[in-house]
């Protein structure tokens, strides 16, 4: 019979699907994911305090407050490049003085790869700024309804505008996939080095000066036996401007200029539940803050901070649909918050009880009973105790 030459061959069938992945447009690399939280926090309980408010965190506390959606996510993302992929972000369950559920850009970046390993990248655009662990953790991953207050002052929205570069070996960023994907509560890939130079106004600020800030982060994860541990440490240091609005009965000022060093320092440890689970961070430094009463109470001058928590958690899988996490965090918080009104310094004791319940993979029920003695974010910043019985219902696409 006729021979018929190696070029007339047709390609193997890895080549063909090479072929047909190299000829799709980058649209159709493109894909869509997600999740909502619907929340009722006026269940009953032992002591309660309608002025024990959170306005950074959940804006569904305090008096005249029904149910509400604290996080309504739409993620864009996906490779339109061998070496550069996109990650879009909005959450239309944001708030903007009285107006609830307003669509406002979270995530809006590129990664930009500069290895075929894809171990080294750099990330340009609104990101999350590579400080501790619970900060870089997603909300849809998160056990306590809400991010601590010692942690996320530093970074109100956890984000910023700006460059980051990460490093990690490619079996090590598998690691940090695998601790998400398994449910086991990881903070997702920031890598194991992380350095960055970005505003430092905050997610969706203008920039007020001309000082950007800088940031670094190492942290780890490692099997220590059987048990998944990740160890981290990281710091930060800029100059943050904010305006003073004094009051008649208070005549709020700064004390020596807009532009006050804003730093910190923070370690970071996690044991990941197999099934028994421990978390613990602790941050120190220096930002913008009101004083203590009554010498300083009116002058905002960079001033010490410091505080973290500590949680622990046990994964029971498959007891009651796919796993049951009862999980207990204490926080503790002093120092200022530098992005609210006059930079209140804030004096946070906070002890929270709770457990998610994962019923299907789509769907999540978290109850969480909070104890809080805490300042108001509200003139006139008054020390405040009470307890709140919260519901969550989380659903993922």
């Not at 984000?159 to 998400?180: C, E, M, T």
């Not at 000082?211 to 998944?228: C, E, I, K, N, W």
């Not at 004390?255 to 613990?280: E, H, K, W």
């Not at 006059?342 to 109850?367: C, F, M, S």
Request: proline residues 6%; charged residues 25%.
């Amino acid at each position: 019979g006729e021979v018929v030459p190696p070029a007339a061959l047709p390609p193997p069938a890895e080549e063909k699907e090479k072929e047909k992945e190299k000829s799709k447009p980058w649209y159709e690399s493109i894909r869509l994911r997600g999740y909502t939280q619907v929340r009722y926090n006026r269940l009953p309980s032992f002591r309660v305090n309608d002025s024990l408010i959170n306005d950074q965190g959940d804006r569904f506390l305090g008096k005249d407050t029904g149910f509400g959606i604290r996080r309504a996510r739409l993620v864009i993302f996906g490779d339109v490049h061998p070496h550069v992929s996109i990650y879009l972000q909005p959450d239309f369950a944001s708030v903007i003085g009285d107006q609830y559920n307003v669509a406002i850009m979270r995530d809006w970046y590129a990664d930009i790869f500069v290895d075929a390993k894809k171990e080294f990248r750099f990330r340009v655009g609104q990101s999350k700024v590579p400080f501790g662990f619970e900060n870089l953790q997603s909300s849809q991953n998160r056990l306590a309804l809400d991010r601590n207050d010692a942690i996320n002052s530093a970074l109100k929205d956890e984000r910023d505008v700006g460059v980051f570069f990460y490093w990690a070996p490619s079996h090590i960023r598998d690691r940090f996939k695998f601790l998400v994907d398994s449910g086991l509560k990881g903070s997702g890939d920031y890598g194991v080095v992380g350095l960055g130079v970005y505003n430092g106004q905050t997610a969706n600020r203008a920039e007020r000066n001309n000082s950007p800030h800088a940031v670094a982060r190492v942290s780890y994860p490692f099997l220590f036996g059987s048990q998944y541990v990740e160890v981290g440490a990281g710091a930060y240091y800029g100059r943050f401007n904010l305006s003073a609005s004094p009051r008649d009965d208070a005549a709020y000022a700064l004390a020596r200029g807009p532009n006050m060093v804003d730093a910190r320092a923070i370690a970071s440890l996690t044991l990941y539940p197999q099934p028994l689970g421990f978390q613990a961070e602790y941050n120190i430094g220096r930002g913008p803050s009101l004083g203590s009463f009554p010498d300083e109470a009116l002058l905002i001058d960079s001033r010490n901070l410091q505080g973290g928590y500590a949680q622990l958690m046990y994964k029971l899988d498959g007891v009651v649909g796919v796993s049951l996490i009862p999980y207990v965090r204490g926080t503790l918080y002093k120092g200022g918050k530098k992005f609210e009104t006059n930079a209140p310094r804030y004096d946070v004791r906070e002890l929270e009880l709770g457990a998610e319940w994962q019923i299907w993979k789509a769907l999540e029920l978290t109850a969480a009973y909070v104890i809080a003695d805490r300042t108001s974010s509200r003139y006139p910043y008054e020390q405040e105790q009470g307890h709140v019985t919260r519901l969550q219902l989380q659903f993922n696409y």
